[in-house]
């Protein structure tokens, strides 16, 4: 997704006639065989301009003018660390002919074609030293390619030596040169051509060799890259630093023989130190559940093909010590999780922060090297009673009902299809009459079903959308107990629209996507939207800090305010902690990938908030201490 392309060229006088190209060949001195090898190459060069007319088939070069060539995407944290590259076939990363050195420059320009600035796509000198080693070995040999051919075979032609296709890059060569100027056909070989190691252009290819930006090669760096263009893998100094060495020799001593360079700097750079960097090509992500997630929301913006070959350079929400240390509580609550008989417990934990709705952290599974399934934004589990506020706020919204409401926890049965269905609480007992606080904070099921009959369950699908929950879900009486499939990313994301009072801007782990030229290709600056009710928001979290205070999420308590719900499915499948204080939500799912019970008597509030504890205190070690708004300071909604 480059935006540079090449304007055509700019006036330069016209493009010699064969005439005039043919007259160079009169200039070259030398013996008889040297004036014979000239002749013939100038009726080849002078054919080729005739040829070039009878040539109908071949590419139309004028399409380099918009040219975009195959970019590697970089994904970095909200800091700039690189995270991760990724690309199809080639990784690349096209800088501009004045950020490269001219070292390289010159280096290469002696080992592929030191006459570049003088020809027109075709070197006469080349073309009849090819023509009569070929002639004489009885096939080719011998390419006599300037760059300018390289380029062209590269871009349009395949790569089987037949004479040809020599010809057709010849033409193709003359054509190109007559639509860009001589830095622009440079600036694209230098971009295009392969350097080993799966590194196309000079720009990766320097990073990977020597650590450092194209830029900024020295002399000996830059002779040791132009000696590995004809066969990349055998002389790349990772394989054998000997090969490398003496093609590095090799093209010093040209440029020394061309006046290029003087002797001392040709000494000079013989000695100098070469210190490698490391080959960069398929390397892991640092950060796997991060940068996957990443690439999915790219791919589903921009698509697989812009993903893999569009040079996006995207800056995610995360920072990578703050992921780390999600990763490693993980890590460690897995062990000792493991060691209290929850046996293959997996873990997942999604931390937003509500004011912008950016991902701070996103961990979807114990070890990204066993596993990159990542059960943050994939896996569908029961939230269980984690699902209640979204029944209470509902409830809230309509002004019938506030935190003090008073509510049966009491026997009922409700016509199912052909039979009934009597909800049961987790203990299996009943507790009369309580406040819609009380039934939250202790999990009573029947209040919650109760409520959200009175209110319609249509009401309760519809803040699940509205919160970003998009999983299917059915206006059951059930509903209200968490029977459907939620991520954890849908969990955390609804519970920081509860802790920013109802404004809500998209979930994302995305902060700004530009391409390779730095143009903006997407801007995901939060733009908050009141989507809920503020004093039924503000309700919601103000009855799920009783829960912390002194309901089922006491062990959650971290000596600040703190609001959040505990869950707990049926036969123990799933157990959760979603929680909030006003600058982070935190969603904590404990469960197996097999869907089999964890342990008798698992439950979100025993097992899961010391999780969730353990990591928000680790998390706001350095943050201020804020409290939520109550719900006095927003308007109720009229019954």
């Known amino acids: 997704m480059s935006s540079r392309t090449f304007e055509d060229k700019q006036s330069q006088g016209s493009p010699s006639s064969g005439v005039e190209f043919l007259k160079g060949v009169g200039q070259v001195a030398g013996g008889t065989l040297l004036s014979i090898t000239m002749l013939a190459s100038s009726i080849v060069a002078g054919g080729l301009v005739g040829l070039a007319i009878s040539f109908r088939n071949l590419p139309d070069v004028?399409?380099?003018?918009?040219?975009?060539?195959?970019?590697?995407?970089?994904?970095?944290?909200?800091?700039?660390?690189?995270?991760?590259?990724?690309?199809?076939?080639?990784?690349?990363?096209?800088?501009?002919?004045?950020?490269?050195?001219?070292?390289?420059?010159?280096?290469?320009?002696?080992?592929?074609?030191?006459?570049?600035?003088?020809?027109?796509?075709?070197?006469?000198?080349?073309?009849?030293?090819?023509?009569?080693?070929?002639?004489?070995?009885?096939?080719?040999?011998?390419?006599?390619?300037?760059?300018?051919?390289?380029?062209?075979?590269?871009?349009?032609?395949?790569?089987?030596?037949?004479?040809?296709?020599?010809?057709?890059?010849?033409?193709?060569?003359?054509?190109?040169?007559?639509?860009?100027?001589?830095?622009?056909?440079?600036?694209?070989?230098?971009?295009?051509?392969?350097?080993?190691?799966?590194?196309?252009?000079?720009?990766?290819?320097?990073?990977?060799?020597?650590?450092k930006s194209a830029e900024y090669l020295t002399l000996g760096e830059s002779a040791m890259m132009a000696g590995l263009i004809q066969a990349p893998e055998e002389y790349s100094p990772f394989v054998s630093m000997e090969k490398a060495k003496y093609q590095q020799k090799e093209v010093l001593g040209r440029m020394l023989t061309l006046g290029w360079i003087t002797q001392k700097e040709y000494d000079n750079a013989l000695k100098e130190k070469i210190k490698l960097g490391r080959i960069r090509s398929f390397q892991g992500s640092a950060l796997p559940y991060v940068t996957n997630a990443v690439s999915q929301e790219l791919a589903r913006k921009f698509g697989r093909e812009a993903l893999l070959k569009g040079g996006m350079r995207v800056q995610t929400t995360v920072d990578a010590k703050f992921q780390e240390m999600a990763e490693e509580t993980v890590s460690k609550w897995h062990r000792r999780l493991s060691s209290q008989g929850l046996?293959?417990?997996?873990?997942?934990?999604?931390?937003?922060?509500?004011?912008?709705?950016?991902?701070?952290?996103?961990?979807?599974?114990?070890?990204?090297?066993?596993?990159?399934?990542?059960?943050?934004?994939?896996?569908?589990?029961?939230?269980?009673?984690?699902?209640?506020?979204?029944?209470?706020?509902?409830?809230?919204?309509?002004?019938?009902?506030?935190?003090?409401?008073?509510?049966?926890?009491?026997?009922?049965?409700?016509?199912?299809?052909?039979?009934?269905?009597?909800?049961?609480?987790?203990?299996?007992?009943?507790?009369?009459?309580?406040?819609?606080?009380?039934?939250?904070?202790?999990?009573?099921?029947?209040?919650?079903?109760?409520?959200?009959?009175?209110?319609?369950?249509?009401?309760?699908?519809?803040?699940?959308?509205?919160?970003?929950?998009?999983?299917?879900?059915?206006?059951?009486?059930?509903?209200?107990?968490?029977?459907?499939?939620?991520?954890?990313?849908?969990m955390a994301g609804a519970y920081a629209t509860f802790a920013n009072y109802g404004w809500q801007s998209p979930t994302t782990v995305i902060v700004r996507v530009t391409d390779s030229s730095g143009n903006v290709l997407l801007d995901n600056t939060p733009k908050p939207q009141l989507v809920l009710e503020p004093w039924a928001a503000a309700a919601v979290i103000n009855v799920m800090q009783s829960v912390i205070t002194d309901g089922t999420g006491k062990n959650a308590a971290i000596d600040r305010p703190a609001a959040g719900k505990t869950g707990t499915t049926s036969s123990e499948k799933d157990i959760w902690f979603v929680g909030t204080v006003p600058q982070l939500t935190t969603a904590v799912w404990v469960g197996r990938d097999d869907n089999r019970q964890l342990a008798t008597g698992a439950t979100g509030g025993t097992m899961v908030a010391p999780v969730w504890r353990d990591f928000m205190l680790k998390a706001l070690k350095d943050t201020p201490v804020e409290y939520f708004k109550p719900p006095s300071k927003f308007p109720r909604p009229k019954k």
């Open 62 to 211: 004028r399409q380099l003018r918009s040219f975009f060539p195959s970019e590697t995407t970089y994904i970095y944290d909200i800091k700039g660390k690189l995270l991760t590259s990724i690309h199809g076939e080639a990784n690349r990363e096209v800088v501009p002919l004045d950020k490269i050195s001219p070292q390289l420059k010159r280096a290469v320009l002696a080992s592929e074609d030191a006459d570049f600035y003088f020809h027109h796509g075709i070197n006469p000198k080349g073309v009849g030293r090819a023509v009569v080693t070929n002639w004489v070995a009885g096939g080719v040999r011998e390419g006599g390619s300037t760059i300018t051919m390289q380029l062209v075979k590269n871009l349009f032609l395949s790569q089987r030596r037949q004479f040809t296709r020599k010809i057709a890059e010849a033409v193709l060569a003359i054509r190109l040169e007559q639509i860009l100027t001589k830095d622009q056909v440079l600036e694209m070989y230098l971009n295009q051509v392969y350097w080993g190691h799966n590194n196309y252009g000079v720009q990766t290819a320097a990073r990977s060799y020597f650590n």
């Open 343 to 490: 046996s293959k417990n997996q873990i997942a934990l999604v931390a937003i922060d509500p004011r912008t709705h950016y991902v701070k952290a996103l961990v979807g599974g114990v070890d990204s090297k066993t596993s990159e399934f990542n059960r943050a934004t994939q896996a569908y589990r029961q939230p269980g009673s984690s699902f209640k506020p979204f029944v209470y706020y509902a409830a809230f919204a309509t002004g019938k009902f506030t935190p003090d409401t008073v509510v049966y926890d009491t026997p009922v049965s409700y016509r199912d299809g052909s039979g009934w269905y009597s909800p049961r609480n987790y203990d299996g007992g009943y507790s009369g009459a309580m406040s819609i606080r009380t039934a939250l904070k202790l999990s009573r099921n029947v209040p919650v079903i109760k409520v959200g009959k009175a209110i319609g369950m249509n009401k309760v699908v519809e803040t699940c959308r509205t919160l970003g929950i998009m999983s299917p879900m059915e206006p059951v009486t059930s509903l209200p107990l968490g029977a459907i499939g939620v991520t954890p990313m849908e």
